[in-house]
């Protein structure tokens, strides 16, 4: 399941029931829907001119808050391009870190300065030299690095020690805690070149960045590193920053960067791709030469154990806060594996499914089920979860004297249509009835037979049901009744 833009664009895959342990899919409704619909009519209607504001703020913080509790104590390690700092997002860039570790995280910032380093040569008029694509530190240019790392390093500290009231940094008081953490060696020989003073990482202090974290300061690194012999060297920022994620076991690597993301062949977004998707990306050579560079450095995170990275485009305002508080993102996420996954459900799922199913019991859909029941029959259910959210649950009720399942609370989220959801949940239940000797399935609706007869159910009788079924059918309802056989 790939992550979307907006709820939208996935959709609903709803269910139908004419009892507490009966219900059934239909593709047509919820489309769209939004939880605060009914509240924006009242404020249309001029009843209260601030209750949707209300509503909207305490939706929000509620569904932020599993992200809060999930994170807490976790590492994150933010890497601020250079490019970031020069089109002045810094000072907002702050703010939302600070708010980070205001919820508990712990934040390691690492800072670029490629467009500052251009500028201190073009000052003192020294010319930049490259060999594919990655610079010849000289001493003039280790020169302009040292000046332009140390004026990015006192910006990024002066705006962490913000406190005005009536601002997003007030009362934060936050210490910022920076050091010789990188050790270096250099890049060496290459093709013949030789790259003087620029390195790579060689060793990450990271027991010493872990002291400072737990004493609750935001760890600051340079893209410079030092070796044993006293040398400085002038390092990747992309480099930096995947070797300390890896070294910390973080569990985000964040790359705020001059682009919306990974794009496809067709120029679209790419907001999700696991770690093999995303190597044959890279191997394919078709991302602009920056892109693939993070892509590269992502990949070797992930690699090391950092279940996370995130490619996220600075220029959109709060674009970290809404990559890691929403579900969908703004940005690219590089995962360690496929985040869905469709299983048995367990008692930690019981919220979840009433969230599923409550709007469709409140509307007449499903008849009311209630915790208690949920809670007593959790091991019929199967559910799809995707990144520590539920998409949609399904149960099977056997009755395995007549060869029988009941095929009951098929529901998928508004947010998941058109992507199959339905029918893997349909074939997960086919799966586990078959393992139960169940040969026929049935399932009762009043809206959508539609659905289930593309699939292979056909319709049935009252009297085609098992003995006990046929007691509890509601004959008010008049639901159809439908037979496949597995």
């Not at 590089?334 to 799922?349: M, N, P, W």
Request: charged content about 25%.
């Amino acid at each position: 399941m790939s992550r979307m833009n907006s709820p939208g664009e996935r959709g609903a895959l709803a269910s139908n029931t004419d009892d507490p342990s009966v219900s059934v899919t239909r593709d047509d409704l919820f489309v769209d829907s939004e939880p605060l619909a009914d509240e924006a009519d009242a404020v249309l209607d001029g009843e209260f001119g601030d209750s949707l504001y209300r509503a909207q703020f305490v939706a929000w913080f509620r569904a932020v808050a599993p992200y809060v509790h999930a994170f807490k104590r976790k590492i994150f390690v933010v890497a601020v391009s250079g490019e970031a700092v020069a089109a002045g997002r810094l000072a907002r860039v702050c703010e939302d870190l600070a708010l980070l570790r205001a919820l508990g995280m712990r934040v390691v910032v690492v800072h670029g300065s490629r467009p500052q380093i251009e500028e201190q040569l073009r000052l003192r008029q020294v010319p930049s030299r490259f060999h594919n694509d990655v610079r010849i530190t000289d001493v003039a240019a280790l020169e302009c690095a040292k000046e332009a790392n140390g004026e990015i390093r006192l910006d990024i500290e002066a705006a962490f020690s913000q406190g005005l009231a009536n601002t997003p940094m007030a009362n934060a008081d936050i210490k910022v805690m920076s050091g010789n953490f990188i050790t270096a060696r250099p890049l060496g020989v290459i093709d013949g070149v030789d790259f003087q003073h620029t390195g790579i990482v060689r060793k990450v202090s990271a027991e010493v960045i872990e002291l400072a974290l737990n004493a609750r300061a935001v760890v600051l690194l340079s893209p410079l590193g030092f070796s044993p012999t006293g040398e400085a060297f002038n390092l990747d920022m992309e480099d930096v920053a995947s070797s300390v994620a890896s070294a910390l076991h973080a569990e985000k690597l964040i790359y705020l960067v001059d682009a919306p993301g990974l794009q496809d062949r067709d120029g679209m977004l790419i907001r999700e791709i696991a770690e093999d998707d995303a190597q044959k990306l890279l191997d394919s050579k078709t991302l602009p030469e920056p892109m693939a560079f993070y892509l590269q450095h992502s990949l070797r995170a992930i690699k090391n154990g950092v279940p996370r990275a995130h490619l996220v485009p600075f220029t959109l305002d709060g674009g970290a806060l809404l990559e890691i508080f929403t579900h969908d993102g703004v940005g690219t996420m590089i995962s360690d594996d496929d985040l869905e996954e469709l299983r048995e459900a367990t008692i930690d799922d019981v919220g979840g499914i009433l969230k599923l199913i409550e709007p469709l019991e409140a509307d007449g859909t499903l008849v009311k089920r209630g915790r208690t029941r949920i809670e007593r029959e959790i091991d019929n259910f199967s559910v799809i979860e995707h990144d520590m959210r539920l998409f949609g649950c399904a149960a099977l009720y056997p009755f395995v004297q007549e060869k029988m399942g009941e095929l009951a609370c098929l529901t998928v989220s508004p947010e998941a249509q058109g992507l199959g959801d339905g029918e893997k949940l349909m074939k997960r239940i086919e799966q586990r009835a078959r393992a139960l000797g169940i040969e026929r399935l049935f399932v009762l609706t009043t809206r959508t037979a539609h659905w289930f007869l593309k699939r292979g159910f056909t319709v049935g009788t009252v009297e085609m049901l098992p003995r006990d079924r046929q007691r509890m059918y509601n004959w008010s309802r008049m639901s159809q009744i439908l037979v496949k056989k597995i």
